[in-house]
Structure formats: C-alpha cells, structure tokens
C-alpha cells in the first residue's frame, strides 16, 4: 500500500498494533498443557476486543483465528483441542487481521519452556537475519537483494530458506504488490522497494528443506525435505533511511 495521506498512515499504525500486541500476549500466554485451539481463541478474544477481523478467518474461511505451527510444521497450522503444547515445542504464530479497512500482518517463533530440542540457535538465526534485512531496505533497493542478504546470512548460519514462501505488499488487502518478497535472489527481477508503502517483510530459515509442501488437511505446510522452520515477520513502512517497523509491539526482538 502506497501511504498518501496523514489518516492511511494512522488507519496502518492501529491495526498494526493490534496485531502486534495480539502476538506478544498470545505467545506469553503460551504454556506447556495447553491445546493450540485454547491459545488461537485467546488471540480471537484479543483481537475482537480491538474490534479487529482475523484475517485468515475472514478471507480464506482458515479454521481458527491465527495460524499455530508446532515442530515440523512450516506454516498455516491449524489451532486444534488435540494438540497439547509440550516442554521444549517449536512454537509458530502468525496473526494478520483487519481493522477499520487497514490490514497488517506479522508472526514469530519461539521455543516453549526449556530448550531441550536446542531449537534455539535456529530461532535466534531467523531473528538476526529479520533484523539484518529490514535494516538495509529503503526506497530504490532491489527487492532481489533483500533476497540474496536472507539466503547468505542463513547459510553462514549453517541454515537453508524456503523458496516458496514470501513476504508481500499489505495495507488495503493482506496480500498486495509486491506479491513476492522472497528470501533469496531471482537475478532478473529488477523491481525495487518504493518509498511511503507499507509490505510485511518475513523470514523462512530451515534446517533441512527448501520447500514448503502442503499436507492432506489443505492447509498446513511442512519442509519437503522435514527437518524444522522458524519465521519470523513485521510489517514495515518504506522510507529513505531506515524503515518504520509499524509492529513493534509485537517484540519479537526483546
């Protein structure tokens, strides 16, 4: 979304804390026990309260209010009174929502309790390479730099990316222009990130896949290789220096 006027750039700011807030909350109310259904209307509750929409919910009918990915999973994992949180979970949430015609997108991982899977070190990778890549993006920077910046530093980091899942322009819809803000390089896209536009920029570090790959229940996504995938994502706006992180509450940092 292209920010023109004073009330976009407001409109983007509550929605964007909102969801934010709705992330922070739901991952500190997060405890071993719990089903991932309790943990999904928790964040519903928060978000109805704001008088926000989930997202997934209202655009794509997705059977619950965020997306809660466990261990294996990639993305999109849906909430379910069946499975438990344990000690030691790969734990992923992803809450994007509507409010007043605004929309904002943004999700972290983390792991739960004690670290005795030592999922840590993949966690704190996918955090450090976030951070890195919204540092360098500004108005006239190759969209396919940003890429190649991700791809690189997980590889230092002894991690791979997956190539088929993507940030992407948010503001007036979930999903706008760019579509494809992917986390490595496509040397022949020429297109740059524009100044005053708002996009959701995420990470997708992976120990042993490449690729996302669609389970049985249509929704769900897993590494096509297996092995673990941690994301990690704020939507941003544009500028000529550094860019304004518009879901900051989220701290997914701290």
Avoid at 92 to 106: C, R, T
Wanted: neutral net charge.
């Amino acid at each position: 979304m292209s920010i023109t006027k004073e009330s976009e750039l407001i409109g983007m700011k509550n929605i964007s804390e909102v969801v934010g807030t709705t992330l922070k909350l739901m991952r500190e109310y997060a405890k071993v026990g719990m089903s991932t259904k309790e943990l999904d209307e928790y964040g519903g509750a928060i978000l109805k309260r704001y008088g926000a929409k989930s997202a997934p919910y209202e655009i794509y009918g997705f059977p619950g209010y965020s997306c809660i990915s466990l261990n294996n999973e990639a993305a999109h994992g849906i909430p379910s009174e069946r499975r438990i949180l344990k000690e030691g979970d790969l734990v992923n949430i992803d809450v994007s929502a509507e409010l007043n015609g605004f929309w904002s997108d943004n999700g972290g991982s983390f792991v739960l309790g004690k670290d005795i899977h030592n999922h840590q070190p993949l966690v704190d990778a996918s955090k450090h390479i976030l951070r890195k890549a919204i540092s360098k993006i500004k108005g006239g920077v190759k969209i396919s730099e940003i890429g190649y910046l991700i791809e690189t530093e997980a590889k230092k980091s002894g991690f791979k990316v997956l190539k088929n899942l993507a940030g992407h322009g948010v503001g007036r819809k979930l999903h706008e222009e760019p579509e494809n803000i992917l986390n490595y390089r496509v040397k022949n896209n020429s297109e740059r990130f524009k100044k005053n536009t708002t996009v959701a920029i995420e990470t997708f570090i992976s120990t042993n896949s490449s690729f996302a790959v669609e389970l049985n229940d249509g929704w769900t996504l897993v590494g096509n290789k297996g092995g673990y995938v941690t994301q990690h994502e704020h939507t941003i706006l544009i500028t000529d220096d550094y860019p304004i992180i518009l879901t900051e509450s989220n701290e997914i940092w701290s």
